[in-house]
């Protein structure tokens, strides 16, 4: 039985597990990006963070050893971080909710959602740890995404863009390059002008780059339509955390002010709350609109 064969639930379990060892290998992206002096795959084994001590293959098993181990390295002890097996888990229903989702006979355009996916995967954990997105994430889209869209036309066969130009029929290529383009234009744009307003009212950076070059990348793959979308839903986002964040941090202050017995006014209170609890990554909120997007396009569309 090959793919086309698949019932749904079977290509979402079978793109469910190979989806948990792509976790594992973006694990070590995660981990090695951000640092100068090492690469994917340099060094060439897996070791231990803390004392350094190559990981054997059965101890690099997804979930499965991160269980066996009780979170544990077994040379130092080194607890084992819950990303680990979260970054695999979230991997493998990604995965498997995108295969489950597309049609058999669009196995091209899976690849590309389950590439993208693993990418967003990488620059929202990254971004979580150090306030970065790895331009390996952020430029590789924006050089994907005409790449894609002229050997793949079909990646934008719900961009209203791109349907048009092709007159209701089988997207070609240069609408699809079109769509690509504008939808590019209009992610990079719209957040490197509201960082460009934002640093002259506030004196201040007020939008990363990395996050104007992820978002110029993920638009040209969903398209304009898409785009704005995915700003919204990303915004959305961010403001209830950030709202949450707040009031977490304005616990903390005033659980501290009640602890020791002092009279700080609840105003002074909210506004460190505001201050510290305000910093925070807006790629993984990118990420997670252009994701929806990508996988449930229609769907978004119609609950706008």
Request: hydrophobic share 50%; net charge positive; with cysteine.
């Amino acid at each position: 039985m090959n793919w086309y064969e698949l019932p749904d639930v079977g290509r979402a379990v079978v793109a469910g597990v190979f989806g948990l060892f792509v976790g594992s290998f973006l694990n070590v992206a995660i981990y090695r990006l951000p640092r100068d002096d090492m690469s994917v795959s340099n060094p060439k084994r897996s070791q231990c963070p803390s004392c350094k001590r190559p990981i054997r293959w059965y101890e690099n098993l997804p979930v499965l050893s991160w269980v066996f181990l009780l979170g544990r390295c077994r040379g130092c002890g080194w607890r084992i971080p819950w990303r680990y097996p979260l970054v695999e888990l979230l991997t493998a229903a990604l995965w498997a909710f995108a295969a489950w989702r597309s049609a058999p006979a669009h196995w091209g355009v899976l690849l590309v959602q389950l590439l993208v996916l693993a990418g967003l995967v990488v620059a929202t954990f990254v971004d979580f740890d150090c306030f970065e997105i790895p331009d390996e994430v952020s430029i590789g889209g924006i050089v994907l995404a005409p790449v894609v869209a002229l050997i793949l036309p079909e990646i934008h066969a719900d961009t209203v863009l791109a349907v048009h130009l092709s007159h209701g029929g089988a997207i070609e290529r240069w609408p699809a390059l079109v769509a690509t383009v504008v939808g590019m234009a209009v992610g990079g744009g719209i957040l490197w002008g509201i960082g460009w307003i934002g640093e002259k009212i506030y004196g201040r950076e007020a939008m990363g780059f990395g996050d104007v070059k992820l978002m110029c990348g993920g638009g040209g793959l969903v398209g304009p339509g898409g785009t704005l979308a995915a700003l919204l839903i990303a915004s959305l986002a961010a403001s209830i955390v950030g709202v949450a964040n707040i009031l977490r941090v304005l616990w903390i202050v005033r659980a501290r002010v009640r602890r020791r017995g002092t009279s700080r006014p609840f105003r002074r209170s909210l506004h460190t709350a505001r201050i510290v609890g305000r910093y925070l990554p807006f790629g993984p909120y990118l990420a997670l609109g252009i994701g929806i997007v990508l996988l449930a396009w229609n769907d978004v569309r119609a609950w706008f």
